[in-house]
T-cell receptor, first 115, second 114 residues
Framework: GNSVTQMEGPVTLSEEAFLTINCTYT??????LFWYVQYPGEGLQLLLK?????DKGSNKGFEATYRKETTSFHLEKGSVQVSDSAVYFC??????????????FGKGTKLSVKP | DAMVIQNPRYQVTQFGKPVTLSCSQT?????MYWYQQKSSQAPKLLFH???????NEADTPDNFQSRRPNTSFCFLDIRSPGLGDAAMYLC?????????????FGAGSRLTVL
């Protein structure tokens, strides 16, 4: 079945440090890939997405590239801010078939950024 | 702004006392989802509606039911909450269809069971 594995947290960084959160996936078809972010006390918000191999999603300085050969979708940011402190979820959804559209999430990685 | 609204944001109930959580949307989306998120875990899909078609995940307990009386509203009913049902319940919507199906989430309803 489909699954998402992301690096365990928590991750603690100093402001302006480089961020990488690893994510790999297993899928039977050709999924779309997503990163969602959850700030304390809030619901999930879409951060970025990619729909096919070699696509790069980007938003708010975050980037992730859909790598089919390594089944990965790692999240990166060159310089994190305190306001980036949140839980980040990697997710996939199948484009076709009976379960198309349903998101499958990784366990989430909590990021804390210190001033 | 078009959005997904969940009520109540916080719900406290007693063991075995039925609870209903509500979700409304102004996006006119075809699909509505209910996810359960326990502390420090990934959200887990309970069920979803594609228009009026109800789709239950195989491992969703019978204790959980849902109603969608119209496009805008969807309810989650927990008939006899147990301590293990304490969680954040997330409602989400999407336009459906093929391709990159982006979900829009509400802020969640946090359920405490005493």
């Amino acid at each position: 079945g489909n699954s998402v594995t992301q690096m365990e947290g928590p991750v603690t960084l100093s402001e302006e440090a480089f961020l990488t959160i690893n994510c790999t996936y297993t899928a039977t078809g050709y999924p779309s890939l997503f990163w969602y972010v959850q700030y304390p006390g809030e619901g999930l918000q879409l951060l970025l997405k990619a729909t096919k191999a070699d696509d790069k999603g980007s938003n708010k300085g975050f980037e992730a590239t859909y790598r089919k050969e390594t089944t990965s979708f790692h999240l990166e940011k060159g310089s994190v801010q305190v306001s980036d402190s949140a839980v980040y979820f990697c997710a996939l959804s199948e484009k076709y078939g009976g379960s198309q559209g349903n998101l499958i999430f990784g366990k989430g990685t909590k990021l804390s950024v210190k001033p | 702004d078009a959005m997904v609204i969940q009520n109540p944001r916080y719900q406290v109930t007693q063991f075995g006392k039925p609870v209903t959580l509500s979700c409304s949307q102004t996006l006119n989306h075809n699909v509505m989802y209910w996810y359960q998120q326990k502390s420090s875990q990934a959200p887990k899909l309970l069920f979803h509606y594609y228009d009026k078609d109800f789709n239950n995940e195989a491992d969703t307990p019978d204790n959980f039911q849902s109603r969608r009386p119209n496009t805008s509203f969807c309810f989650l009913d927990i008939r006899s909450p147990g301590l293990g049902d304490a969680a954040m319940y997330l409602c989400a919507t999407s336009s459906g269809g093929h391709g990159a199906n982006v979900l829009t989430f509400g802020a969640g309803s946090r359920l405490t069971v005493l």
